[in-house]
């Protein structure tokens, strides 16, 4: 392909990053200067050079996509500077809701980026996640899993060929 273009866009660089702190509420745990020292850390270890880092103190990991300033400044910093990587301490510091986080998750990969983590937690490097993003699941911190004590789906099978008026067969 060739010409520094992919699909497209411009090629990004994952050598760059963009960060990105929310909080909610001022007591947190993991609060605004705790979640900018992880940044760093993660930064310094990767050799990634951190381009900026963009806060929205008070705003809801459910509010929409566009109404979140810090958010919105950061991705202007990933295409300013080619940054190829949007990073937060935690997945759920993105959104708290499945379809936002899906959202900006898909937002961010048109570009030729990819959303991070600092725990690691779901960065992308898994089968899992490539499994999961096709049958349209987002991992999620509040997602039951089995090995966290939630109980296991129970499959139903049944052997006729129409249920409900579908033609199963």
Do not use: N
Not at 19 to 25: H, W
Not at 108 to 132: N, Q, W, Y
């Amino acid at each position: 392909m060739g010409g520094g273009r992919r699909r497209g866009h411009e090629v990004r660089s994952h050598t760059r990053a963009v960060g990105y702190i929310r909080v909610s509420t001022e007591d947190q745990t993991l609060g605004p200067d705790a979640q900018r020292a992880a940044l760093e850390r993660w930064a310094s270890a990767r050799s990634v050079e951190l381009v900026g880092v963009f806060e929205d103190r008070g705003v809801s990991g459910a509010t929409a996509l566009d109404r979140r300033p810090g958010l919105l400044a950061a991705l202007d910093c990933m295409a300013e500077h080619r940054a190829g990587l949007l990073v937060a301490a935690k997945r759920d510091r993105f959104a708290r809701d499945v379809i936002l986080a899906a959202q900006l998750e898909r937002l961010v990969e048109r570009v030729g980026a990819k959303l991070m983590s600092t725990d690691g937690a779901s960065d992308g490097d898994s089968p899992r996640r490539g499994r999961d993003r096709a049958r349209g699941i987002v991992e999620a911190p509040w997602w039951p899993r089995v090995d966290q004590g939630a109980p296991p789906v129970r499959r139903v099978t049944t052997s006729r060929s129409v249920v409900g008026g579908v033609r199963m067969r």
